[in-house]
Every structure is written in structure tokens, then in C-alpha cells.
């Protein structure tokens, strides 16, 4: 079990046209990361945000911009959101030719790089790259659009994935962060930490309980306070 969670609002559920506050406000609310959706309308049934955007925000916060890229071919953008700020860019495995080049492509442009999982993904893609991952995430959902249920079966995935992370950190291997993305609510985050995440994106969840102050404070606390007894036992 980790001792260090992270929540990573996902700004997919965010009011677009007051981005940049938004951002500040769920920093300011106890959030740690940013977690940016990029859908490119053939990739995922869904068109978003890119680079232009990530730079617009970059100025607001310091925390780090988890870039999220649901776009295929991956490789042109990657060193424009490195440009644009990101600190860390995902991608598919489906969506790249080379997954090793890509990764390399990410961190040899500056950022922390990882691997995104879809609910049927299967897990040897992690096979061959472990030492050139900062971060693996599972989608519990089918990628393209915010508020969707979570799919239950991904807990086994992220009991997998956990496994192989504590092996290879272990041997002596980097940290690697294990991220869900995807229908994570105050009633199931405790679960989704159980089985071994750490890191929590959740859109819906966030944006969608603004509280009576005007501020993200309360959900925010209600879902780091589901995650304490965990971190005590740690
Ligand atoms: O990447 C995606 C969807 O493709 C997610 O980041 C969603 O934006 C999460 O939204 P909620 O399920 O938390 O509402």
C-alpha cells in the first residue's frame, strides 16, 4: 500500500469558457494534478482540447499537467505539448508504431512519460518498457467522454499492474505512478486505492459538486478523506 495519493481533477468536467480559474480554483482546493484530456475525433468518437490550451493554462498553476493523449498518431504532438508545459504525456499503446520510441520521445523531450491502459487492453504491452515509465494508467472507462460508470473489472487490472510495479521497483527500478481514470466518485475511491492506485483522476466527481462557498474544498476533502485510514496503514 502507498503512503502518497494523488487527486487529479480532470478538466474535461470543467466550465471551458473560465478555464484558467478553474484550474486555480481545484489547485486551490487540495487537488495535486491536472489532468488533461486530448481527444482527437479518430482515436476516441470525441474532439477536445491541445497544445494552444495547455500553454494558456501553464501560467495558473504549478502543479504538473498529466497530459492524457487520445490521438492517433501520437508522435507530431508530443513535442508541442512538451512545449507548451506539460510534465507528463500519456498515450495508447494502440495508437503508437513504436511504443519504445515514443516513450523515449517523451522523456527526450523533457517529460515524464506513460502508458495508458483501455478497459480491454491487454497488460503484456508493459512487457518490454518498465524502465521507460513514470506512469501507467488504467482507464475504467471506455476513453471519450467524462461521466461514464465505472467498469468494475478494472480493480483486477489495477491489482496486476500494482504487482509488477512493486517487483520492479524492487529491483532496483524507477517509481512508477499507478493512475484510474474514469467514473472515480467519493464512494469508490477507497476501493480503487485498495486494489493499488495512487493517483485518482475524476472529472465529474469534481466539477460537478461545486460547493455552497463556491469551492472544490469539501469534495476534494471527501475524497482524500476516503483514502486516509489507507494512508495510515501504510
Ligand atoms: O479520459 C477521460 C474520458 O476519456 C476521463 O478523464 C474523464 O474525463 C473522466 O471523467 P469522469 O468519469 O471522472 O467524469
Known amino acids: 500500500m502507498t503512503s502518497t495519493f494523488r ?3 480532470s478538466i474535461l468536467s470543467a466550465d471551458f469558457a473560465r478555464l484558467g480559474e478553474e ?6 482546493a487540495g487537488a495535486d494534478v491536472i489532468h488533461f484530456d486530448v481527444m482527437d475525433n479518430h482515436y476516441v468518437p470525441n474532439l477536445t482540447i491541445g497544445p494552444v490550451v495547455c500553454e494558456a493554462i501553464r501560467p495558473r498553476t504549478k502543479a504538473p499537467i498529466d497530459v492524457h493523449l487520445m490521438v492517433k498518431p501520437v508522435d507530431a504532438i508530443v513535442p508541442m505539448f512538451a512545449k507548451a508545459g506539460a510534465d507528463i504525456i500519456s498515450f495508447h499503446p494502440e495508437a503508437s508504431e513504436h511504443i519504445d520510441r515514443t516513450l523515449s520521445l517523451i522523456r527526450d523531450n523533457g517529460c515524464k512519460a506513460g502508458l495508458v491502459f483501455n478497459p480491454a487492453t491487454p497488460l503484456h504491452y508493459l512487457d ?3 524502465d521507460k515509465l513514470d506512469l501507467i494508467l488504467v482507464m475504467s472507462v471506455n476513453p471519450g467522454f467524462g461521466g461514464q460508470k465505472f467498469i468494475g473489472e478494472a ?3 489495477i491489482a496486476d499492474i500494482r504487482q509488477r ?3 520492479h521497483v524492487a529491483r532496483g527500478g524507477q517509481p512508477i505512478w499507478l ?4 467514473g472515480v466518485k467519493v464512494d469508490n475511491i477507497r476501493a480503487i486505492a485498495e486494489a493499488g492506485a495512487d493517483t485518482f483522476v475524476a472529472g465529474s466527481a469534481i466539477f460537478g459538486a461545486r460547493g455552497a462557498d463556491g469551492s472544490y474544498r469539501d469534495v476534494v476533502a471527501a475524497l482524500r478523506g ?6 495510515r496503514a501504510a
Open 7 to 9: 487527486i487529479a481533477p
Open 23 to 28: 484550474v486555480e480554483n481545484v489547485i486551490a
Open 128 to 130: 518490454h518498457v518498465m
Open 155 to 157: 480493480l483486477v487490472k
Open 165 to 167: 510495479i512493486d517487483r
Open 179 to 182: 493512475e484510474v481514470d474514469g
Open 226 to 231: 476516503q483514502l486516509e485510514p489507507l494512508r
